[in-house]
Nanobody
């Protein structure tokens, strides 16, 4: 069982930046693909970005390309989501997800709230 903990959410004005972190205590986390998903009020959870364990492969939703960057520091057992040029429509609870491949992610964190004011 992998326990994922997100942090870094908060309130920011439109155009601002935030960096989210996803950490795990288990060292197997370094061998897992990790993704970020988000769920806005009244909407379904959606994919945001993902990164392979080796950092060789990253994917982004079209809505965040050019603004968000996913990265990882395996020495710190942490995956980051750098969010720049934030928009009010980025307001959501952001969840970390991890698993043995980009297509199999079976662990979820509890989420961190990001609120972007206009």
């Amino acid at each position: 069982q992998v326990q994922l903990v997100e942090s870094g959410g908060g309130l920011v004005q439109a155009g601002g930046s935030l960096r989210l972190s996803c950490t795990a205590s288990e060292r197997t986390f370094t061998t897992y693909a990790v993704g970020w998903f988000r769920q806005a009020p009244g909407k379904e959870r959606e994919f945001v970005a993902a990164i392979s364990w080796s950092r060789s492969n990253t994917n982004y939703a079209d809505s965040v390309k050019g603004r968000f960057t996913i990265s990882r520091d395996n020495a710190k057992n942490t995956v980051y989501l750098q969010m720049n040029s934030l928009k009010p429509e980025d307001t959501a609870v952001y969840y970390c997800r991890a698993g043995p491949s980009m297509n199999i992610m079976n662990y979820w964190g509890k989420g961190t709230l990001v609120t972007v004011s206009s």
